[in-house]
Nanobody, 127 residues
Framework: QVQLVESGGGSVQAGGSLRLSCGGF????????LGWSRETPGKEREAVAV???????DYADSVKGRFTISKDNAKTTLDLQMNSLKPEDSGMYYC?????????????????????WGQGTQVTVSS
């Protein structure tokens, strides 16, 4: 059974760091594209980072060089290390197990009823 739960959100000043973690992937952990998306008021949910079962990774341009997605196989968790945070990074962050043919942030940003989502964790970056 897949039941995703995120942790690690919070409030931080611009330039700071946060680390998000997500567990509960079940059988999808090793076989599916996994990712992190964020949602901010007035904007559609956008994928910021994805990692495929073979380890290939894709990032949104807005977070490249600042965010790092990784899998902790010992804990079967998906992590997102966020450094050099900016106020525009603020939003609700969701982890996902994605049923998409190509593991890219573009494909992950398209609505798909076969994707699994967590409940989200809030990230607030103040200037």
């Amino acid at each position: 059974q897949v039941q995703l739960v995120e942790s690690g959100g919070g409030s931080v000043q611009a330039g700071g760091s946060l680390r998000l973690s997500c567990g509960g992937f079940g059988h999808m952990y090793s076989t599916h594209c996994l990712g992190w998306s964020r949602e901010t008021p007035g904007k559609e949910r956008e994928a910021v980072a994805v990692i495929d079962a073979d380890g290939s990774i894709d990032y949104a341009d807005s977070v490249k060089g600042r965010f790092t997605i990784s899998k902790d196989n010992a804990k079967t968790t998906l992590d997102l290390q966020m450094n050099s945070l900016k106020p525009e990074d603020s939003g609700m962050y969701y982890c996902a197990a994605l049923s998409i043919p190509l593991c890219t942030v573009g494909a992950a940003s398209i609505s798909n009823p076969y994707n699994y989502w967590g409940q989200g964790t809030q990230v607030t970056v103040s200037s």
